[in-house]
């Protein structure tokens, strides 16, 4: 039978808890040697109980207990978490339905009462989504919440510092707290193994079933503290194209995500990444105060590198609304144009759903975009045969074989 058993949780130093594990079955293979996980809050949380401290570490691997049939053991777990695993489950039925999502989670359910102060709080990141999230809510002024382990390695100091003062400075321009987080969360679970009990999603482990429910999760000890009563996690994807994408981060898991009274936001679903990224542009020049976003996938010292897909994406959605990258934390002159546009041609993958709405916005837009001759390359681009080249197919195969992904 496959089993992961919660032996200890125990904090340290008044700030770090401690995860201590036994993990038995077939699934082992599935984790990496390490059996003491933790997570550090840089602030007081002696005062949590157990109930609470446990559930960033079920959330982190609940889905995989689901798929892998196993069964995960604890004293003891929050109620008001406890009360929604079900729905949360269906969540991810709803968007896998191919998959049998079995297991369960055995804990005694404690009943958790925090001062209710209200208040929120807003995961960020430093991106496109979470910068429209935060200005969304800005008159909550909701604390803003960053984790080192997800995105940037907890290896990764310098990484870190870079992305941190960004946000430390985004916090103190708004007046709200910001907490980081530092978590080992993504060194318990080998992905690539997990990858194999998926495979017939055509998903990876992390996007489409780990990433957003662990990381939310991660706020339960800080809304037990601070008595919040919601936190918002900006949506990736939205509701007009539900339906051509899976992924973790998805309403129908975040909003049934709770713990001790507090509630998650899944926010934004209703507008797409161009029509945020209108809103974001349009916002800042009312106020006369660009942000630097910080939207890199690939660049580990917590800069953009400024020729990824995720970068290309936000920097033509910035053109697209007739605003200069330059002042939205970008390096981006006519050298990087013309590099994009053989990266598009040859090297990235792109999809319909992502580039569609910059290319209609950057053509009704036309007027407004400074050098918009540089861009009518992409305003030409046939969005929907681009990938069928050659040369991407052949990039493509060999990354898979060699990486076991996609471009």
Not at 148 to 166: C, L, P, Y
Not at 205 to 227: D, Y
């Amino acid at each position: 039978m496959n089993q992961i058993r919660i032996d200890d949780i125990r904090i340290e130093n008044g700030t770090r808890v401690l995860f201590e594990y036994t993990v038995t079955g077939d699934w082992e293979n599935c984790f990496t040697s390490q059996r003491v996980a933790f997570i550090d809050y840089f602030c007081d949380i002696s005062s949590v109980p157990q109930a609470v401290l446990a559930v960033p570490f079920i959330c982190n691997i609940i889905p995989a207990a689901w798929v892998c049939d196993a069964v995960i053991e604890a004293d003891t777990v929050d109620a008001d978490f406890l009360d929604h695993v079900g729905e949360i489950k269906n969540g991810y039925k709803a968007i896998y339905p191919m998959i049998d999502f079995r297991g369960k989670l055995n804990a005694k359910s404690e009943n958790v009462i925090s001062k209710r102060d209200g208040g929120s709080a807003c995961f960020f990141s430093g991106g496109l989504d979470a910068n429209t999230t935060l200005m969304r809510h800005i008159e909550e002024r909701p604390s803003l919440i960053s984790i080192w382990g997800s995105d940037i390695k907890v290896e990764n100091e310098q990484g870190w510092n870079t992305a941190s003062e960004h946000i430390r400075q985004t916090a103190e321009k708004n007046n709200v707290q910001f907490y980081p987080i530092k978590s080992d969360f993504r060194n318990v679970l080998i992905e690539g193994e997990l990858d194999k009990h998926i495979r017939e999603t055509g998903d990876k482990w992390w996007h489409g079933f780990q990433n957003s429910i662990a990381i939310i999760s991660h706020a339960a000890p800080l809304a037990f503290i601070n008595g919040w009563d919601k936190v918002y996690i900006a949506s990736s994807f939205s509701a007009d194209i539900k339906g051509q994408y899976t992924g973790a981060g998805d309403p129908g898991i975040d909003n049934n995500v709770h713990f001790c009274g507090c509630s998650t936001v899944h926010d934004g679903y209703e507008l797409n990444r161009q029509q945020k990224t209108e809103y974001l542009v349009k916002t800042c020049e009312e106020t006369g105060t660009p942000v630097s976003l910080r939207v890199c996938w690939e660049s580990q010292d917590g800069n953009n590198c400024c020729n990824c897909e995720k970068c290309y994406r936000t920097i033509l959605g910035i053109v697209a609304e007739g605003a200069d990258p330059n002042d939205y934390g970008f390096t981006w002159n006519e050298q990087s144009i013309k590099k994009c546009r053989q990266d598009m041609s040859d090297r990235i993958t792109i999809y319909d759903y992502d580039y569609y709405p910059i290319q209609k916005r950057m053509i009704e837009n036309k007027d407004r975009i400074k050098n918009a001759a540089d861009y009518q390359w992409f305003m030409d681009l046939d969005i929907s045969a681009v990938n069928g080249k050659l040369i991407k197919k052949i990039r493509r195969s060999r990354i898979a074989r060699l990486f076991g992904k996609d471009a």
